[in-house]
């Protein structure tokens, strides 16, 4: 069983005035085949968490610990991370011209197992996953994210996910820029993964309709860098009727 520990976690941003203060003091556990809704309004530092797991330079902790299975995350590069078991997908993917989307699975395949996949396996898993969501085809010859719709990156990052299958993943708001089918079809991508494997996921979302979809097993309002309560799947249903204002009037005050 995997098990990701974050503690006392404090984030600093570089900005263009000199570092600020984002995180102040995160707690948080996920172990596998637990799914955690990170939800909370823009600002909050939700993304600013899934930035500092995966080693983004700009994103400097300034104290606390991150945890992998009780390995120092914190002093392992970003490659070392990924071959760890962690995986991020991004709220906003880039692109990489020159590179096909075939050529970057198997290549990062190749990069977390430590040896290439058999090319004749490899390339019945990869149609397959790509069939599941939807995928044509000819959609490994194109260029990593290069053109891609939105809703085209999102389902890239998952095939990525179903293909390394990760011990810990973090995704963050994979429902933004979404229409209501591929919702659907991206959810059904997370759904499979965890039904297949002992998965952790760390859910980043501002929004209650991914969570139709994904259930998840404890959800964790951000606020002003902190949590500022935790829950079940019920404190996702009042955040749908009540938003986030109570949370807001509060660190005002």
């Given at each position: 069983m995997?098990?990701?520990?974050?503690?006392?976690?404090?984030?600093?941003v570089?900005?263009n005035?000199?570092?600020?203060?984002?995180?102040?003091?995160v707690d948080?556990?996920?172990?596998?085949g637990?799914?955690?809704?990170i939800?909370?309004?823009?600002?909050?530092?939700?993304?600013t968490l899934?930035?500092a797991?995966?080693?983004?330079?700009?994103y400097v902790?300034?104290?606390?610990?991150i945890?992998?299975?009780?390995?120092?995350?914190?002093e392992?590069?970003?490659?070392?991370?990924?071959?760890?078991?962690?995986f991020?997908?991004?709220?906003?993917?880039?692109e990489?011209?020159?590179?096909?989307?075939?050529?970057?699975?198997?290549?990062?395949?190749t990069?977390?197992?430590?040896?290439?996949?058999?090319?004749?396996?490899?390339?019945k898993?990869?149609?397959?996953?790509m069939?599941?969501?939807?995928?044509?085809?000819?959609?490994?010859?194109?260029?990593?994210?290069?053109?891609f719709?939105?809703?085209?990156?999102?389902?890239h990052e998952?095939?990525?996910?179903e293909?390394?299958?990760?011990?810990i993943?973090?995704?963050?708001?994979?429902?933004?820029?979404?229409?209501?089918d591929?919702?659907?079809?991206v959810s059904?991508g997370?759904?499979?993964?965890?039904?297949?494997s002992?998965?952790?996921?760390?859910?980043?979302?501002?929004?209650?309709?991914?969570?139709?979809?994904?259930h998840?097993?404890f959800?964790?309002?951000?606020?002003?860098?902190?949590?500022?309560?935790?829950?079940?799947?019920?404190?996702?249903?009042?955040?749908?009727?009540?938003?986030?204002?109570?949370?807001?009037?509060g660190?005002?005050?």
């Open positions: 995997a098990e990701l520990q974050i503690k006392n976690l404090h984030v600093d570089e900005t005035d000199g570092p600020k203060n984002i995180l102040k003091g948080l556990t996920i172990r596998s637990e799914t955690h809704a939800m909370g309004p823009n600002g909050s530092g939700k993304s899934a930035y797991i995966a080693g983004h330079p700009k902790v300034t104290d606390g610990q945890l992998l299975d009780g390995e120092d995350v914190l392992m590069s970003v490659d070392e991370r990924a071959r760890a078991g962690m991020l997908a991004m709220q906003y993917p880039v990489v011209p020159g590179v096909t989307v075939a050529n970057f699975l198997r290549t990062a395949k990069a977390v197992d430590g040896e290439a996949p058999a090319l004749r396996t490899w390339t898993d990869v149609r397959e996953a069939e599941r969501l939807r995928m044509d085809g000819e959609f490994a010859t194109r260029n990593v994210n290069e053109g719709s939105g809703g085209e990156k999102k389902r998952i095939l990525q996910m293909l390394l299958r990760p011990k993943a973090v995704l963050d708001e994979t429902d933004s820029g979404l229409d209501v591929a919702l659907r079809i059904e997370v759904n499979r993964l965890k039904d297949s002992d998965v952790g996921i760390m859910l980043i979302t501002h929004y209650t309709r991914i969570l139709r979809y994904i998840p097993d959800v964790h309002v951000f606020v002003n860098g902190r949590v500022a309560e935790e829950g079940g799947p019920e404190l996702a249903e009042r955040l749908e009727e009540e938003g986030y204002d109570r949370f807001l009037s660190a005002r005050a």
